[in-house]
């Protein structure tokens, strides 16, 4: 299993260009073999690439808004992300506050993803809490998107909301490709280890259903993104790479 991290957990290092490039091989030698972006401050994909490529890194996915993925964007978004050689392009977040916005946003993916295959990519959504609060007729956000795209389950903000993560990974596998392991307390995120997540079952779910990448995210680092992501990484060679489906994990 290999190891990415969300890009948006390092945005207090990125104010330029320079800044991003600069962090990629500061992120290898952490021990990450990937990373997922959000945003690219105003860089051209070729130049993201070569970035990566000097610094032994794949760009494993995107967070950008819903709009990059209609009829007249797409095109352009799915170049963008096929020469930084991403095989999953997503969003961190749609509309999904009521089921008219839950299938509007499914609609977008469903128009989209043939387009994308063609070009070797998986569209994919990204989910908080909010998707598996039931609507009035007791449906759910998660069912309605999921049925049109594949999903990074985030696995923070799915305890959050009650879900048993790997119970559900494993019920969900045809509609789950990535996942974002993250840990917290009360909805305030936290370095990996250092929260109430079960992030043992988010490992074995995830090595349950054969998922390449376990995606590191963390919303709030602290002290900041470099040190919050070094401690997290701590967690991941004690535990992710040696965890069997089933068992438990060190406390580094």
């Known amino acids: 299993m290999k190891f990415a991290v969300q890009l948006y957990s390092l945005r207090g290092h990125v104010k330029t260009g320079a800044d991003l490039l600069a962090l990629f091989p500061k992120i290898k030698a952490l021990g990450f073999d990937g990373v997922e972006f959000a945003g690219y401050v105003n860089l051209e994909a070729a130049v993201l690439r070569k970035a990566l490529d000097d610094a032994g890194l794949v760009a494993v996915g995107t967070h950008i808004g819903l709009e990059n993925y209609l009829p007249e964007n797409l ?66 956000a998660i069912d309605v998107i999921k049925e049109a795209c594949p999903l990074e389950l985030d696995t923070y903000w799915s305890f959050c909301a009650g879900v048993e993560n790997e119970s559900y990974i494993k019920q969900n596998k045809e509609h789950i490709c990535l996942v974002h392991i993250k840990d917290g307390i009360n909805h305030k995120p936290k370095a990996l280890g250092e929260g109430e997540c079960d992030l043992a079952a988010v490992v074995r779910g995830a090595k349950a259903i054969g998922l390449e990448w376990l995606v590191l995210e963390n919303d709030d680092p602290e002290p900041d993104g470099l040190s919050d992501i070094a401690r997290s990484m701590v967690w991941l060679k004690a535990n992710a790479s040696t965890l069997p489906d089933s068992g438990s994990v060190s406390t580094p």
């Open 75 to 140: 095109e352009a978004t799915l170049s963008f992300c096929k020469t930084l050689g991403m095989k999953y392009a997503g969003v961190g977040g749609a509309p999904h506050g009521t089921p008219e916005e839950a299938a509007a946003t499914a609609a977008v993916y469903a128009a989209a993803r043939q387009a994308a295959a063609d070009e070797g990519i998986v569209l994919y959504y990204h989910n908080h809490c909010g998707e598996f609060e039931a609507f009035d007729d007791g449906s759910l």
